[in-house]
């Protein structure tokens, strides 16, 4: 088996989101919102409905632009290269490369619909990275087969269900070797069946030490997978701990609310 | 009435060498036309996306201008009033061999700039039906905006584009006839001239009726499968009978033009 993750590097978080802040119009929806993940760290995100959850998350790939803050990937800043001046510029092709080393899953999936579920997989390395066709299509099977989706490789999306879709995107999302996997919501979309298999899926990433920021509303899985939870209200963190603390010792009255209110 | 019935089965079954000529002229004029719309449209189309100001404007207006006057008036200025301008003639000129007359050469300009407006109204909102979430699954992956385009945009909005264009196509192949005000000698000219050259203008019009329709209805089939292709591309089912099929493309013109796929697919995969 090959390693799911790309080679460790320096000691200290894989990511750092330092200060985010997001205003749309003259709506702020996050209010410079910190926070961390380190190797082999499982951080999930709650909170209520418009809390800034998914915001936040797609901030720290930088699918959507901070207003302000800095998010850094391995101490580096996302997306920058250093100028001669000392300092930092963005830069679209570092850009490029930064993000290819952060997986994303979608709350829809968002496949590619005209490729077959292993083309899904095997596109972006062979395309994207340039690596080797044969051994790229090899491991894109050898990654379906261990998202237990061995016998779909040749389907394409439209007829797979929604469950088996979500994992062909998580078996898509390690194919670029990531330090990082951010999953917004991943089961949402699906049915209580489905829900459960793509669920026992990322736990299994989770035990074989896949860094990862997961953004759910399922409490018993975060509770269960989760080294630090932080609960966000209102663009705002409101508490941050581990599961332990925050499921059985949450010390803000709000976030007992928030908590009850899911039973 | 007077209907020669051996002149009509006659010109229908064995139809005479100038006839064959127009036909083939209104075939290869109709077919290089749309393939050089279809390289311009979607340049058009790429500069109507533009991040640029000028080229988005540039595009509007030319699709603007194209649309909003008639071929007929763009055919014969292009030939007859740019000559009488003095500011570009269209000559003969001889291609390996074949000589094409300057009225050939300004109508398949004339018809390619028609079409590739028309075309790039297709294929923008054909892009426009590709969902946002396709972009940003390219974009975490590393894809560059051209290779997105290219892997993954265009493959599937194609599938949406066909009908239009197909339908665009088929309009095409029929206004041809108007090449003949500037002697383009293709079908209905043909048929003109033999009807005067005869006097039996009922049964010759006839004759290119049924050649009309038999052009259009095999590009019907044609288009049918490549729809069928298309969709097989996707996993979807595509089980129109044919016949429905060429009954609807043959009563749908230009009218329309941004079908998306999912008002399309589901309704035609449920009525057999
Ligand atoms: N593109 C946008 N333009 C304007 N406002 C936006 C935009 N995207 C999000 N918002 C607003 O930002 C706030 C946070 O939204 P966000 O989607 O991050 O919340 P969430 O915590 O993920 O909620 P949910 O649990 O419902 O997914 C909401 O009030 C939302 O209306
Ligand atoms: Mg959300």
Redesign the pocket.
Known sequence: MTALLSEKTISGPVMYAKEITKT??D?T?LHGVSAQVLEGQVLTLV?P????????LRTFNRLEEPTSGEILLDSKPLGKRSRSDGGYGDDVQQLRLDQQRIGFVFQSFNLFPHMSAAENVWHAPVRVKRENKAEAVGRAHELLGRVGLADQADQKPATLSGGQQQRVAIARALAMRPRLLLFD?PTSALDPEMTSEVLRTIQGLAEEGVTMVI?T?EMAFARRVSDRVVV?EAGRILEEGTAEQIFSHPEHERTRRFLSSLE | MQFDPEFFTESLFSPSAPFLRGLMMTVAVSVISMTLALFVGLLVAMMARSRFFALRTVAGLYVWILRGTPLLVQLVLLYMGFSAAGIFAFETVSIAGISIAGAVQAAVVALTLNESAYVAEIVRSGLETIPKGQVEASQILGMTAISTMRWVILPQAIRTMVPPLGNTFNQLMKNTSILSVIGVQEMFLMTQSISSATFRTFEIFCVAALYYLLLTTIWTVIQWYIERHYNHKVGLPYEIPLVSSTVRVLRSGRAGLARSPREETPKEVLTP
Request: net charge positive.
């Open positions: 749309y119009g709506k929806v909170g409905s418009g809390s800034g959850k998914t915001t936040l919501e953004v509303h966000m």
